[in-house]
């Protein structure tokens, strides 16, 4: 079924909120009541969410939020679905609307990187003398990113700062271009690197959501698929010559679905097939696959001889038991 009769939303702004607890109170029970879904994150420095919902629904929320004089040019890059994107409705209050959690914090509409509109994005990414760094975590850069990116080695996006400290040869005195899903982390993080002194930095307005759908760039150059913070996981960007780079944990065959390892304790979100999913019992590592919780066997509803012969299919054995 591909009905798209839903839409989802993802928006962000930068702007002074007066008494955001209450506010993030008010906006979860006006969301609920209309039936929406999502996850909006409010705090004294603006607004960050992504939610779903039937047409109607998100057409309400969005003149909901236009109503208000502060949002009333909100920016909402908006993508058809066939179902809702997410469970729940959640509205939390938060000290920032991305947590870069800086020793000093800055304010992006005073110090932030030059916007850049996809298509001058696109041809600045051409341009030879520029730096192209992703400053999103490592396994959204796994399943796709735009070609020739810098992968940053971390796992958390506060945890960019120090990456970029540590190699700062890399960054120093180039024309340095900046992107994210939907523009709100490089808001914040590009007026950061100005402030470190590396002055050229640009970022991509409305991110990756909004090069992907623009009509003159249609995702030129992404390689892979988007990652996103919902239900789907993934999302299309490149809508010329798609190609697949993420690859499978177990066998580095091309991949592009993403399940958590089976062991609770371990949740490490992986690259698998379903094939090597089931082979390998659902976990990561031999001691996530024989962990007395490993939730993917539970969910198969294999018994002991059943483990026992799919270990040692892989050259595996059960634990001694104590
Ligand atoms: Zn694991």
Not at 121 to 147: C, I, P, Q, S, W
């Amino acid at each position: 079924m591909n009905n798209n009769d839903f839409q989802v939303l993802l928006y962000y702004k930068y702007v002074p909120i007066e008494d955001a607890e209450q506010f993030a109170k008010d906006e979860l029970q006006f969301c609920k009541s209309i039936g929406l879904r999502g996850r909006i994150l409010i705090s004294e420095e603006g607004i960050n969410g992504t939610v779903s919902g039937p047409k109607e629904v998100t057409q309400r929320y969005m003149d909901h939020m236009h109503a208000m004089d502060k949002f009333s040019d909100l920016w909402f890059k908006i993508n058809e679905a066939d179902d809702f994107a997410h469970k729940k409705m959640f509205v939390r209050y938060r000290k920032e609307i991305v947590a870069l959690d800086l020793d000093e914090d800055l304010d992006p509409t005073q110090l932030s990187g030059n916007h850049l509109d996809p298509v001058e994005f696109r041809e600045a990414m051409l341009d030879e003398d520029t730096v192209l760094l992703d400053t999103r975590n490592d396994y959204e850069y796994d399943l796709g990113h735009f070609k020739g990116a810098i992968r940053p080695d971390i796992h958390n996006f506060r945890e960019l700062p120090e990456w970029v400290r540590e190699n700062k040869e890399k960054f120093m005195d180039k024309k340095i271009l900046v992107y994210c899903t939907g523009g709100v982390r490089c808001e914040k993080f590009s007026g950061w690197m100005i402030r470190e002194g590396i002055e050229n930095v640009a970022q991509l307005n409305g991110g990756i959501e909004n090069y992907g759908q623009d009509e003159q760039t249609r995702g030129d150059l992404w390689e892979g698929k988007m990652y996103v913070f919902d239900e789907r996981i993934s999302v299309p960007i490149n809508h010329i010559d798609p190609v697949v780079v993420g690859k499978d944990y177990f066998d580095g065959t091309p991949c592009e679905r993403y399940v958590n390892c089976g062991n609770p304790e371990c949740n490490k979100q992986i690259l698998a097939s379903e094939e090597n999913q089931e082979k390998y019992l659902g976990g990561c590592t031999h001691e996530c696959r024989v962990h007395p919780r490993n939730r993917y066997i539970k969910a198969k509803g294999w018994g002991h001889d059943e483990i026992v012969a799919r270990l040692a299919a892989i050259g595996e054995t059960l634990p001694a038991e104590v």
